[in-house]
């Protein structure tokens, strides 16, 4: 094995333990030996997952210019107008990406155009594209279940939890193991207290709490479960209390 091949390995190896300060490193020094693009996108990628944010899209952007390792290279870049609050900027960029690639790509980059959409304020806009996607065959699995869950939250906003929790149901079927749909169960036991059913929004809180316990959203399932609880034993303690 080469020196090179072994520091790759180096390198990959603080990329997958998240030691991402050690793989930067690794990777300029890789592409100062060898002048590979590649390293250089590696190197991008390390930075956005330090919050570098501006640093990663310069680089990406002159790696985007000619269109290198892309679709990723663009999926990054589009990530760091995000991180970076330039909302319409990424939208733009993730237009144009859309206009240039075709099937799952291009649906993803339509559903990020829609997402920079909602967050910078036109959720009835972002909305439409959403409703789009949802009938869309190049959309599958996680980007359809995230195409549900995102309709489901203006739903939720609008005050309509009965279909809130009807899409938010739908975005299980397309992702029922992961953290979206932690997230979704989460929301559906919001839904479900709002319309006056609280008891059955407990095991949902149950499940959401054993699954992410000791992060943020484990801690809120759990405090919105223990005030569930608490008061449908008043309200059993008040039925027996007329009997």
């Not at 390293?39 to 899209?57: G, K, P, Q, V």
């Not at 589009?78 to 859309?98: D, P």
């Not at 000791?214 to 007329?242: C, D, H, P």
């Amino acid at each position: 094995m080469t020196d090179s091949m072994t520091a790759q390995r180096q390198a990959e190896r603080f990329f997958e333990d998240k030691q991402y300060d050690k793989a930067l490193e690794a990777y300029r020094a890789l592409h100062k030996e060898t002048g590979a693009a590649k390293y250089i996108y590696n190197t991008a990628i390390c930075h956005y997952h330090l919050a570098h944010y501006t640093e990663a899209a310069a680089l990406l952007e002159n790696i985007w210019a000619d269109r290198a390792l892309a679709p990723d290279s663009g999926m990054f870049l589009g990530f760091c107008y995000r991180a970076m609050n330039q909302f319409m900027r990424g939208r733009n960029h993730f237009l144009t990406m859309a206009d240039e690639t075709r099937g799952e790509t291009r649906a993803r980059c339509r559903l990020m155009a829609a997402i920079l959409t909602d967050e910078n304020g036109d959720s009835a806009k972002a909305e439409e594209t959403y409703r789009q996607l949802k009938d869309d065959p190049d959309v599958s699995g996680l980007t359809r279940a995230d195409v549900f869950r995102r309709l489901a939250t203006i739903q939720e906003n609008k005050k309509d939890h009965m279909q809130a929790l009807s899409l938010y149901r739908e975005s299980l079927a397309h992702d029922p193991d992961g953290e979206g749909a932690l997230s979704a169960k989460f929301r559906m036991a919001v839904c479900l207290i709002e319309m006056a059913t609280p008891a059955e929004s407990v095991e949902l809180l149950k499940e959401v709490e054993a699954s992410t316990a000791g992060t943020f959203l484990g801690q809120s399932a759990a405090k919105l479960r223990q005030a569930v609880e608490s008061s449908v034993r008043r309200a059993e303690r008040n039925i027996k209390s007329y009997e």
